[in-house]
Nanobody, 118 residues
């Protein structure tokens, strides 16, 4: 019905950059809010950043000034540009997309690993 495909994770040295992408496909009328979350082993899954359908953004304090969330509505895609990466950013990153399909609901991506070495 609706699938989210994440890409862009990998291994990077501290201070480096990565860009994550999450594309929604399937039976989609429109997309509402979109966001990125991350979860390190043994820790809670926490919000990194989100963006409304109107483009309003919100960031966790730990990533403000370093990460930028954006969206391409024509492609049903949300991005997370991550700069000045720190080892503390190491986690599995998940996208969440609010999809208007047969009904309005949230979908989660399968996660992509981001590892930042010191």
């Amino acid at each position: 019905q609706v699938q989210l495909v994440e890409s862009g994770g990998g291994l990077v040295q501290a201070g480096g950059s990565l860009r994550l992408s999450c594309a929604a496909s399937g039976t989609i009328l429109s997309i509402g809010n979109m966001g990125w979350y991350r979860q390190a082993p043994g820790k809670q899954r926490d919000l990194v950043a989100d963006i409304t359908s109107g483009g309003r953004t919100n960031y966790a304090d730990s990533v403000k000034g370093r990460f930028t969330i954006s969206r391409d509505n024509a492609k049903n895609t949300v991005y997370l540009q991550m700069n000045s990466l720190k080892p503390e950013d190491t986690a599995v990153y998940y996208c969440k997309v609010q999809v208007y399909s047969i009904r309005l609901r949230d979908y989660w991506g399968q996660g992509t690993q981001v590892t930042v070495s010191s």
